[in-house]
C-alpha cells in the first residue's frame, strides 16, 4: 500500500527506490490539474495547477488537450524524480511518442546536470522509450502566428518579449504561474490581458529535503512551457512566445564528458526537442523563444530604452524561493542575479537612475567586487544562476570602461584594472557580443520587429 506523501518522515533513503512511477493525470471542467507520480509502491505525491478557464470545460474540450496534458505530467515529474534518482522510469499512462521520449531523456539527464554536479552523482540517464529515444529530428519551421500567449516572470527578458509582440500588432495575452509582486507590476504595465496559473507543488518536497532527499536545481524553464502550452491550447492561442536568450545555450562548466548548464531547459536545444515533441500532438500551439537571436546584453540595451517597466520589473531569484519564509521583498543585492543584471543594464543607464531601480549601487561596494569578477570567470567558473556568458560581462566592463560617469566606481575600477589585463584583447568584444545571430526559431512575420527593437 502507497505512503501519503504528506506524512512527515523520520528519514528518507533515496537508494531504497528503484523506480519512479506516472501514475495519473486529470484535467476537470474547472480547470483543475492533477498529476500523480510514485516511488515504488511505497510514496505517492500529488501537483495540482488551477489553469484559468471561463466556462466549464466539456469533454471534448479537455480530450483536445490531452496531448499536451501527457506532456506536462511527463515534463513536471522531474520535481519528484529527482528526489531519488531511481534507475528505471514505468509510465503507466501510457509510454511518451519517440519525439517526446528524446524531450524526456534529454531533460531528466542535461537538465538535472547542475543536480548531479552539486550532489556528487552520475549523470542520470531515465530511459523513456524501448531501446533509448535515438537522435532528435528537426522541428518543423514556424509558422506566422495569429494570437501569441506571452509568459512573464517578472524581469526584464519577458518584457522585451512582449513588447516585440506588441510592436507587431500581433493579438497578446500575458500568462503567469503565480503572481508575485513584480509580476504584478509589470502586468499592469503592460496593460495586455493576463491568464493567472497557480502551481501548488506536493508539499511533502520540504519535508522530504529535510528528510535525506536529495535537492537540487531542476529544469523549470520546461515546466513553465508546458504550462503556457496547455493553456494556450484552452483559450485559443496559436502560439507561445517565450523569452530565452541566445546566452542561455553557454553552459557553466564542462564535467563527466558533458557541458552542465544551469539554464539547460532554455537552451535552444531544449526548444528544438519541444518543438519536434509538439508536432507529435495534433493542433497544439507552437513555441518558440523571440529573444533567441540576442545576448543578455543586447535584451538589457532593449529594456533600457523601456522606462515604463523599469519600477516593475525584479529580476532576482530570491522573490520566487518556494519557502515563504526565504523570499525577499525586492533585489536582494547580494546574488549573481543581481550582479549580472545590474552590470548588464550599466552601460545604457545613468548611475542615478540603476541606484534607483536596486536602492544601492553595486559598482560601488568593494565588498561585491569577488562576485563580479566571477561573472567573468575569473576565479571559479560562471555561477549556476540565470546570468550571461562570460564573455558578456567582459563586454560590458569595457563598454563601462568608455564611460567617465562610471569611472569613479570602486569596483568597476578593480574589473578594469584587475580583469581586463587577464583576458586577450578580443575577450568580451562589445560589436560581437551585441550582433543578432541567426540560429533561431522566430517566425519570418516577427523578424523585422524583433531586430528593431533588440539592435542599435
Known amino acids: 500500500m502507497a505512503v501519503d ?5 523520520a528519514r528518507f533513503d533515496p537508494g531504497s527506490f528503484s523506480t519512479f512511477r506516472f501514475v495519473e493525470r486529470h484535467l476537470d471542467p474547472h480547470g483543475q490539474v492533477t498529476l500523480r507520480y510514485a516511488l515504488d509502491e511505497q510514496r505517492e505525491f500529488v501537483e495540482r495547477l488551477e489553469l484559468p478557464v471561463g466556462a466549464p470545460l466539456g469533454e471534448e474540450a479537455r480530450q483536445r488537450v490531452s496531448g499536451l496534458l501527457s506532456l506536462l505530467h511527463w515534463v513536471a515529474g522531474v520535481s519528484y524524480f529527482k528526489t531519488a534518482v531511481p534507475p528505471v522510469i514505468r509510465c503507466e499512462t501510457g509510454r511518451p511518442p519517440p519525439a517526446a521520449a528524446r524531450l524526456l531523456e534529454a531533460l531528466y539527464s542535461e537538465g538535472l546536470g547542475e543536480f548531479a554536479y552539486s550532489n556528487g552523482l552520475p549523470l542520470p540517464r531515465p530511459r523513456f522509450s524501448q531501446g533509448g529515444a535515438g537522435e532528435p529530428q528537426p522541428p518543423p519551421p514556424s509558422r506566422t502566428p495569429r494570437r501569441v500567449l506571452v509568459p512573464v516572470g517578472g524581469g526584464k527578458d519577458s518584457v522585451v518579449a512582449l513588447e516585440i509582440v506588441r510592436r507587431a500588432g500581433v493579438e497578446a495575452a500575458l500568462m503567469s504561474i503565480g503572481d508575485a509582486p513584480p509580476i504584478a507590476r509589470t502586468v499592469a504595465a503592460a496593460g495586455l490581458p493576463h491568464l493567472l496559473v497557480r502551481r501548488h507543488l506536493d508539499p511533502a518536497l520540504t519535508q522530504l529535503n529535510r528528510a535525506g532527499a536529495l535537492n537540487g536545481h531542476v529544469p523549470v ?8 502550452l496547455l493553456v494556450a491550447a484552452l483559450h485559443d492561442f496559436d502560439t507561445v512566445a517565450m523569452a530565452n536568450e541566445r546566452s542561455a545555450s553557454a553552459g557553466n562548466l564542462a564535467w563527466e564528458g558533458i557541458e552542465v548548464n544551469h539554464q539547460y531547459s532554455k537552451s535552444l536545444a531544449a526548444e528544438r526537442l519541444l518543438r519536434a515533441a509538439l ?15 540576442a545576448s543578455e546584453l543586447a535584451i538589457a540595451r532593449a529594456f533600457a530604452r523601456l522606462p515604463l517597466y523599469h519600477p516593475a520589473f525584479t529580476s532576482c ?15 536582494c543585492c547580494d546574488c549573481p542575479k543581481c550582479r549580472f543584471v545590474f552590470l548588464a543594464l550599466a552601460p545604457f543607464c545613468a548611475p542615478a537612475h540603476l541606484r534607483e531601480i536596486f536602492g544601492r549601487d553595486l559598482l560601488d561596494d568593494e565588498s561585491q567586487f569577488e562576485g563580479f569578477a566571477l561573472l567573468t570567470a575569473t ?8 546570468v550571461g556568458e562570460e564573455q558578456e560581462s567582459l563586454a560590458a566592463i569595457r563598454l563601462l570602461a568608455a564611460q567617465p560617469r562610471w569611472s569613479s ?9 584587475e580583469v ?5 584583447a578580443a575577450a568580451g568584444d562589445p560589436a560581437a557580443v551585441l550582433e543578432l545571430s541567426e540560429d533561431h526559431e522566430v517566425p519570418e512575420s516577427l523578424l523585422a520587429d524583433a531586430r528593431a527593437l533588440l539592435g542599435a
Open 5 to 9: 506523501a504528506t506524512q512527515s518522515p
Open 317 to 331: 531569484n530570491a522573490i520566487f524561493r518556494i519557502d515563504p519564509q526565504l523570499r525577499a521583498a525586492s533585489w
Open 279 to 293: 508536432a507529435e500532438i495534433p493542433d497544439s500551439p507552437q513555441l518558440f523563444s523571440l529573444l533567441r537571436p
Open 420 to 424: 581586463l589585463p587577464a583576458q586577450p
Open 379 to 386: 576565479g571559479g567558473h560562471k555561477p549556476f544562476e540565470c
Open 409 to 417: 566606481h570602486r569596483v568597476l575600477a578593480r574589473l578594469i584594472a
Open 221 to 228: 524553464t520546461a515546466i513553465v512551457s508546458c504550462v503556457a
